[in-house]
DNA sequence: TATAATTAAAGTCAAAGAAAGTCAATAAGT
DNA sequence: ACTTATTGACTTTCTTTGACTTTAATTATA
């Protein structure tokens, strides 16, 4: 039950992938078309899944021979730029924008799967829920949680 | 006996048996509408059954194509250290007693080097120095805590 | 040739629609 | 009595659509 904007999503991220994932270029409304949405719709797909955060970079032109041009930012040894997490987590940040940033992390392979668990595993509303203010509490349920994932 | 959350669990693990205990993708509503009860059920279900202590993880998206998914933490599983794992670790646990424990697995390579340090950042007193009572602000600094140790 | 009009794109934004989440009240088992 | 299930009203989040705007290129006109 994959959505309209998952499918438009797949697609582009399989012609990047043909292309060594530089970069292609593609006319919002051929696209649009062929996935018979409308056009605003492969905006939104940009907007929500090939941000800057999501690691890609869009230019484009109006008018007449328009076009949208995406870029994976694939600096070398996949390194995602550290001040610039550090500033999108901020001082606080929930649980939806955490996964957001960890599945980020493992798209762009910084992180393996396992380790993308053990990071979900210590966002979860569960693991900090210490029900009194004791540090050493809270830290037996993020080790647990942690755990937990690796061992089951 | 078998309540309704009952048989829907067992129609979830069953589904998981097939799927080679990977992970399933549902639709709360078709679910709910299959078993004849309130959507709010499945959650229900899933908050008493699945959980990652029961040794499952769930996401879900909601809007438009939503889901919900369930992933079966792999059982390679040594049992038995498990639960004495996490009776060791218990409900309370200072910083120098985690490390002893995260060090052992990985002395025992059930952990990799950076999983150690994954884990051992989010046991640093400074990543539970937040108001414990502010879970976004918390989750920031563990996350913040746990990328940075990958950076160095 | 310089300007105006036309056409061909892409951008924006808000409203409507489609899910899932929450929570508290009730009901059913033990 | 106490714990576990069930339900439903209400909330939040994500997607889809469409009307309107802006920009660029092309064509027509003075």
Redesign the pocket.
């Known amino acids: 039950?994959a959505?309209?904007?998952?499918v438009?999503e797949k697609f582009f991220k399989e012609l990047l992938e043909q292309n060594q994932g530089k970069t292609i270029q593609?006319?919002?409304?051929?696209v649009?078309k062929y996935f018979?949405?409308?056009?605003?719709?492969?905006?939104?797909?940009?907007m929500?899944r090939f941000s800057v955060q999501h690691g890609y970079y869009?230019e484009?032109?109006?008018?007449?021979?328009?076009?949208?041009k995406i870029t994976m930012l694939k600096s070398e040894n996949n390194k995602p730029a550290y001040h610039l997490l550090m500033n999108e987590i901020g001082d606080e940040i929930?649980k939806?924008q955490a996964h957001r940033i960890i599945n980020a992390l493992k798209e762009q392979k910084y992180i393996s799967e396992r380790e993308a668990l053990i990071m979900k595993a210590a966002m979860e509303?569960s693991a900090l829920l210490s029900p009194l203010n004791n540090r050493d509490q809270l830290r037996a349920q993020l080790l647990k949680g942690m755990i937990s994932v690796l061992f089951h």
Chains 1, 2 share one sequence.
């Open positions: 039950m959505s309209v904007s998952d438009i593609i006319q919002r409304n051929e649009a018979d949405c409308s056009p605003s719709q492969i905006n939104y797909v940009l929500t869009i484009s032109q109006r008018g007449g021979g328009g076009h949208i929930t939806t509303d």
